[in-house]
């Protein structure tokens, strides 16, 4: 099975994408994203997990219990700045209702019901630069791991043309706390402009996985364990909507050894990580 899932058309409840750990085969991370349009509806209630709903574009609305928050979002597209977003107890009952034409990523991983139905304005996204010359990337840290949740990392990242990314190589796929965590990760694509490309590679010590992937705007490459480093084509900014999972929310990674010298290096301080 490949390790990359490519965006259909809408269904008639506006889905386009739907991973889940069924059809993923593995544990912990869920990502779906719908397409809705002005004054569509979608419901839906994830039963044992906690969802983040990242506004990718439009305006929406946001039912879940006895609440309402209306008027959210308003990028025009996810290079538009940090995203608003919404955070939904497991069990909850929600509806996401369109004001305009939206996209919306749900993003799921198990959880007991604990917290609340909120809201995470794009001021209160944590904003990064992580890396130096060609290995410069823009962090929007959404659901770090100190943030408020039971399961789900949720993080942004906005690669510019040339540069690289999850870089060098790292991974975390060992539940080995405090070392290393083990999280399943999706990496949701999307480029500017849209009819360009970019590169990822996952692969495992023992190559057991090792697939290099031409990724496309829509795709999402699926990473259940192993390094997974990220190439943006020259004039194609890249976007990617990273959702992490696993039994411990903690993220510690480790970086290829083959490649830990290029940290020694002036331009690749700080430069690890997503």
Sequence with gaps: MSLRVRSSAPDASGVVLDITPENAGWRYVGFRVVRLMPGQAYD???????????????????????????????????????ATSVYVPAGTPYRIEADSVAEIAICTAPAT????????????????????????????????????????????????????????????????????TFLEETYYHRLSPPQGFAFQRVYTDDRSIDETIAVEDGDVVMVPRGYHPVGAA?????????????????????????????????????????
């Excluded at 997990?49 to 959210?72: D, F, K, P, Y």
């Excluded at 992580?130 to 949720?154: C, F, P």
């Excluded at 039994?247 to 990580?273: C, E, K, L, S, Y």
């Design 113 to 180: 019901g604990k917290g609340r139905l909120r809201l995470i304005p794009p001021e209160d996204v944590g904003l990064e630069t992580r890396g130096q010359g060609t290995n410069t990337r823009y962090v929007r840290n959404i659901l770090d791991d100190k943030a408020e949740a039971e399961s789900l990392l949720v993080v942004e990242v906005i690669t510019p043309g040339g540069h690289w990314s999850s870089y060098p190589p790292h991974k975390h796929d060992r539940d080995a706390y405090p070392e290393e």
């Design 44 to 82: 839906g209630t994830e039963h044992g997990r906690e969802a983040c709903l990242v506004i990718l574009s439009g305006t929406i609305n946001v039912i879940g219990g006895h609440e309402r928050i209306t008027g959210v979002g308003g990028r025009k597209d996810v290079f538009d700045g940090p």
């Design 234 to 274: 020259h004039g194609y900014d890249l976007y990617y909507l990273n959702v992490m999972a696993g039994p411990r929310r903690n993220w510690v990674f480790a970086n290829d050894p083959a490649h830990a010298w290029i940290m020694d290096t002036p331009v690749a301080d700080d430069a690890t990580g997503d």
